[in-house]
């Protein structure tokens, strides 16, 4: 089946939630990159430095769970754009920080801009295009890991040379103005009827293990990226000798492989089992945690945080995807609830990471950050059994009132 007409309703909307993915990875991607630096300029370890982390996420995690509700009541647009505002404030602040305190107001606002324009980018996707959730929901990724790529290999290049890491936060800032204008410039389709958020449907819909079990599989997910993504860089440079640059870019490669695994992903067909595919990943990915323990040299690592990257690949949009599938109603708030719990992933991965390389040997670290994504890849298999009452022809009903709804949008804007 091929994407709905590309007109300029539909067009804009979805390269402005593609560019709202770019800005959240960059936002996520700057601390872990910088973290050597930052513990160097404010003279603090960089273990300590892991809280900031987990504030801004905290901030993405209370934000996430109320972006979905207040997007199904009110429509995406305004939600968006304030959080597009909110990322630009915290990027600068973070930018111009002169103290640890001032770091972490930074980093809340950028995780209250973040945990909206992410969440609620994925849940508009899938609104747009409902017969294309595997493809969209993919490609966003593959853009998120553009910015995941992209930040941490400039900063490995250009922070040993004595650029500031100061720069990189202030250019942040701006582009997340230029995604405010562009939201402006978006017309959203307003929530239907039947999809205006009931509280007592919500909670009827929060009480199934359709919707339980995403929830649970994105934050054991999540909490086993997370302990890769901001602690790779620090494991290579202090247990394994790594250089600087290459302890960096080490960030950039496990993004990269996430990206060609997501592109591989994008291409599934869509009649194709989300959690059996996701189950698999997650079960690769813990394999490769797992072989951390008998590593001895950082090149060899650096190529098995690759091959976790590349398993993780496409777990969370197939996630977030089959929770779409199997809750089709109500698409803002599920989405931004089962999001919301992942994100608290990235909450306590890095304490947790944190207190286990200063109180056991630092080779046990990845193998029991890797039990999440075990029990999360048997939660999803154990969900695969049980099957999906949503008859196709309804998700094309579904994809044909997206299209009259903005429609009737362009209609009253053009009145």
Not at 56 to 71: P, W
Request: charged residues 10%.
């Amino acid at each position: 089946m091929t994407l709905l007409p590309p007109t300029r309703s539909r067009l804009v909307p979805c390269i402005a939630a593609l560019a709202a993915v770019l800005v959240f990875s960059l936002s996520a991607n700057l601390l872990p990159a910088a973290i050597i630096r930052l513990a160097e300029e404010f003279g603090v370890s960089e273990n300590s430095l892991a809280k900031i982390y987990a504030v801004q996420f905290s901030a993405f995690f209370v934000t996430t769970l109320l972006a979905g509700i207040v997007c199904d009541k009110f429509g995406k647009r305004m939600p968006l754009t304030a959080a597009a505002l909110v990322t630009a404030v915290g990027a600068w602040i973070w930018g111009t920080a002169p103290g640890i305190p001032q770091a972490y107001l930074g980093a809340a606002l950028m995780g209250m801009g973040g945990g909206v324009i992410e969440s609620m980018s994925s849940a508009l996707l899938s609104e747009l295009y409902p017969t294309r959730r595997k493809l969209l929901l993919n490609l966003s990724q593959i853009v998120y890991c553009t910015g995941a790529i992209g930040g941490p290999a400039l900063m490995g290049y250009f922070l040993p040379r004595g650029v500031s890491w100061r720069i990189f936060f202030m250019t942040l800032a701006v582009i997340a103005v230029a995604l405010l204008v562009l939201f402006l410039l978006s017309r959203l389709p307003a929530p239907d009827h039947e999809d205006r958020v009931d509280l007592r449907k919500l909670k009827v819909v929060a009480g199934r293990r359709s919707f339980i079990i995403p929830c649970l599989a994105l934050f054991g997910y999540v909490f086993s990226e997370s302990a890769v993504v901001s602690f790779c860089n620090p494991y290579l440079h202090e247990r394994l000798g790594a250089p600087e640059n290459w302890a960096i870019y080490s960030i950039s490669i496990v993004w990269g492989a996430m990206a060609l695994g997501r592109g591989i992903c994008a291409i599934l067909p869509e009649s194709l089992s989300f959690e059996k595919v996701a189950a698999g990943l997650m079960l690769m990915a813990g394999g490769t945690l797992v072989a951390q323990a008998w590593i001895p040299v950082w090149q060899v690592s650096i190529v098995f945080f690759g091959l976790s990257g590349l398993a993780f690949a496409g777990t969370w949009p197939l996630v977030v995807g089959l929770a779409a599938n199997r809750n089709p109603r109500h698409t803002s708030s599920v989405l931004g609830i089962v999001i919301a719990t992942g994100a608290l992933g990235c909450v306590v991965a890095p304490p947790t990471m944190a207190l286990l390389l200063e109180t056991l040997p630092a080779s046990w670290a990845y193998p029991l950050c890797s039990i999440p994504i075990w029990l999360s890849a048997g939660a999803v298999l154990w969900l695969a059994r049980e099957p999906i009452h949503l008859a196709h022809a309804s998700v094309k009903h579904r994809a044909q009132a997206v299209k009259e709804r903005l429609a009737g949008a362009r209609h009253g804007e053009e009145s």
